[in-house]
């Protein structure tokens, strides 16, 4: 199952292609009918014990290739996480002075989206509100308008809060754990979830890039860095 909202007046709403062409780029091979490896919560301590957590005032997910080194250095400023997900790239932190959980998620596999978010059922249903940060290569969005084809970094919303930020209109979708948590949210009548989308033109964060990042998560309350320095190891064609 492949999370998804299709963007309308009522998100979520299932619109089925109507020719067989759409799907034949998704017909299953041996591989994918293999039976998919158990997601189970491996928590970080010393008795791998889950970790309680009685409340929370926000339930953050940031998903997208290679966020990890941006979030870690400018949200999470060098937390370790609480638990994983083993046979997935999915990190839980927690920030219990600010009353937050971060999910941290870099997951490729498509079948695994809808499969994390029954994961995550507990905190969603927890939290007081939810907010998803999706980060996307700028040519996933259709419609791109000449201005935001020059920006490094340009962000959509669905349910968002700031009129600012201009709301992701059709034929784009949202995917992925993004879907899947707001989706959640809004069928069980908890709706004091959001989604943003931020198209990047680059496949790394960098100190440009990053910047309307950081300026939509301080406009969120979400205490992050001003500024991220994307660091470069010498000698190699490496970043970290």
Not at 18 to 46: G, H, I, K, Q, V
Not at 156 to 175: C, F, M, W, Y
Not at 199 to 217: E, I, K, M, N, W
Request: negative net charge.
């Amino acid at each position: 199952m492949i999370c998804g909202l299709i963007m309308s007046l009522d998100f979520g709403e299932i619109v089925e292609p109507s020719t067989r062409a759409f799907w034949d780029d998704y017909d299953e091979s041996e591989e994918d009918r293999a039976p998919l490896s158990p997601l189970e919560w491996n928590w970080l301590n010393e008795d791998n014990t889950e970790q309680k957590i009685d409340s929370i005032k926000l339930f953050l997910i940031l998903e997208g290739q290679a966020i990890a080194s941006f979030v870690g250095t400018a949200v999470l400023k060098g937390r370790s996480p609480i638990a994983r997900l083993k046979n997935g790239s999915t990190y839980i932190y927690s920030i219990p002075d600010q009353s937050v959980l971060v999910c941290l998620s870099e997951e490729k596999n498509l079948n695994n989206f809808s499969r994390i978010t029954k994961k995550l059922v507990p905190w969603l249903d927890l939290a007081q509100q939810v907010i998803a940060i999706s980060f996307q290569p700028s040519v996933m969005h259709k419609g791109t308008s000449m201005k935001d084809k020059e920006e490094a970094c340009f962000i959509r919303s669905l349910n968002g809060q700031h009129s600012d930020v201009k709301e992701l209109e059709a034929p784009n979708v949202i995917t992925g754990l993004s879907a899947g948590a707001l989706s959640y949210r809004k069928f069980t009548g908890q709706l004091m979830a959001s989604a943003y989308v931020c198209f990047l033109d680059s496949s790394v964060l960098d100190s440009v890039s990053s910047q309307p990042v950081l300026r939509l998560l301080e406009s969120l309350s979400i205490e992050c860095d001003v500024n991220y320095q994307l660091k470069f190891v010498e000698g190699s064609n490496l970043y970290l």
